[in-house]
């Protein structure tokens, strides 16, 4: 069991999530990792930007919590915790579940000094980097990425 994480899912949070998590696959060994100290360990990284050789050995090894993170980019299982996630909070909010309107919104991220592949300037702003487009709901959540342009 790991340390106590700011990034860490209570046990209420993760039985929340819990069901939105895919079974292990039939015919294999039994799963013998705690799905709870996958997520935190995930968690851990994204939240607080160290690589995955880098997570403190109270957690899962990273080879396997990397594997699980990265089949659960592949098969969509992120998509889909993000949209469920949105759709309850949209249902939490007395919205309809499914966005009826939408906004392109957009992000300038300044980029390294050094780099000049793929980067352009916004004017407004006043930065050089890149700039990332989204559409949101009403409520500011994320609904697609629409990719990123110089």
């Known amino acids: 069991m790991s340390k106590a994480y700011p990034s860490n899912l209570t046990r209420a949070q993760y039985e929340f999530?819990?069901?939105l998590i895919p079974e292990a696959k039939p015919g294999g060994?039994?799963?013998e990792v705690d799905m709870w100290e996958v997520l935190n360990a995930i968690f851990y990284v994204l939240l607080e930007g160290v690589r995955w050789r880098a997570l403190p050995g109270d957690f899962p090894a990273w080879q396997t919590v990397y594997t699980y993170?990265?089949?659960w980019r592949k098969d969509g299982t992120w998509l889909?915790?993000?949209d469920c996630l949105r759709?309850?909070?949209r249902i939490e909010q007395a919205r309809?579940?499914?966005t009826s309107e939408a906004i392109i919104d957009s992000q300038s991220v300044k980029s390294a000094a050094m780099v000049s592949i793929g980067v352009g300037y916004d004017a407004g702003k006043k930065i050089t980097g890149r700039k990332r487009f989204l559409t949101v709901d009403t409520l500011g959540?994320?609904?697609a990425s629409l990719g990123e342009s110089s």
């Open 17 to 19: 999530l819990s069901d």
């Open 29 to 31: 060994r039994k799963r």
């Open 69 to 71: 993170f990265r089949n």
């Open 80 to 82: 889909h915790i993000h």
């Open 87 to 89: 759709e309850w909070t």
């Open 96 to 98: 309809h579940r499914w």
């Open 141 to 143: 959540k994320v609904t």
